[in-house]
Nanobody, 117 residues
């Protein structure tokens, strides 16, 4: 079992910044990647950014150059620094931990990010 606790969402004006945090606990040694996904009303959940235990990162095209994912192994925490936020970034953001075997994925409870124009 892996537990993920997110924090850092909120309301911000367009052009502003937020930092999301996701603390992992439990059987963390089986995790090979962690990431952030988001889901806006009426839309499918989509990958925002991901980082592997080797430090490899990948981003959705829509956030490249604005968002940065990073990890602190000592704290078992992953961060998502979001700069120059846009109204279209408004969504519930979910932390994800990926494993090589079942159940393959764990999810956090989600944190709301709202960007006003």
């Amino acid at each position: 079992q892996v537990q993920l606790v997110e924090s850092g969402g909120g309301l911000v004006q367009a052009g502003g910044s937020l930092r999301l945090s996701c603390a992992a606990s439990g059987n963390i040694f089986s995790i090979f990647a962690m990431g952030w996904y988001r889901q806006a009303p009426g839309k499918q959940r989509e990958l925002v950014a991901r980082i592997t235990t080797a430090g490899t990162t990948n981003y959705a095209d829509s956030v490249k150059g604005r968002f940065t994912i990073s990890g602190d192994n000592a704290k078992n925490t992953v961060y998502l620094q979001m700069n120059n936020l846009k109204p279209e970034d408004t969504a519930v953001y979910y932390c994800n931990a990926a494993l090589p075997s079942r159940p393959y994925n764990y999810w956090g409870q989600g944190t709301q990010v709202t960007v006003s124009s």
